[in-house]
């Protein structure tokens, strides 16, 4: 075998190189290979911000419902108070004119 540090020829068995002295290291030849790299943890993403959950969803849709809701009532009452007033009828419907 041959010293992994020098190269000079070592004798079977000695753990040291007579020649520089170097650590043999028995049964390797040439120098010995580097540590294999740490396979790298797969680190997960994170979103830059959270979305809404269910449960933050489902109150908004309720919200935005009544909120529609509301508009479109508003929108009603103020339709049929103006139908009625272009009508003539202002006087006899003063609650806005809420028929079909
Ligand atoms: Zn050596």
């Given at each position: 075998m041959f010293c992994s540090n020098c190269g000079s020829s070592v004798a079977e068995?000695?753990?040291?190189?007579?020649?520089?002295?170097a650590r043999v290291a028995r049964g390797v030849a040439g120098p010995a290979q580097p540590p294999a790299a740490a396979p790298v943890a797969y680190v997960p993403v994170t979103p830059a911000f959270n979305y809404a959950t269910w449960g933050t969803r489902a109150v908004g849709y309720i919200i935005d419902a009544l909120l529609v809701s509301a508009g479109m009532a508003l929108l009603y009452v103020a339709l049929g108070t103006v139908l009625t007033g272009l009508a003539g009828l202002g006087g006899r419907y003063p609650g806005g004119g809420m028929y079909y």
């Open positions: 068995g000695t753990a040291f190189c007579p020649v520089c002295g």
